[in-house]
């Protein structure tokens, strides 16, 4: 018979609460950084001199879609 450590509940890893704590850390981080990620693309997009209006709009746009949250979403949340 398996022993458990202190304070688990039988039948449970007791380093599966570390890792959702850590998992949430990371959305967390994840939502804090899409923000700023987009501001810096659009500061780039401002000084960028090789491309036409229009094409930095489209950037502009673009840059506001979460792409990585999304599929992160869309595939439940298994990515790992």
Known sequence: MAETAPGAAPGKDPGAGY???????LEL???ILHPVAVI???VDLASRKDIGGGAKLAWALFCLIPLIPFV?????GDLW
């Open 29 to 31: 981080l994840v939502c």
């Open 40 to 42: 810096l693309a659009w």
């Open 72 to 76: 992160y979403v869309l595939t439940g």
């Open 19 to 25: 890792l959702t704590g850590m998992k949430k850390l």
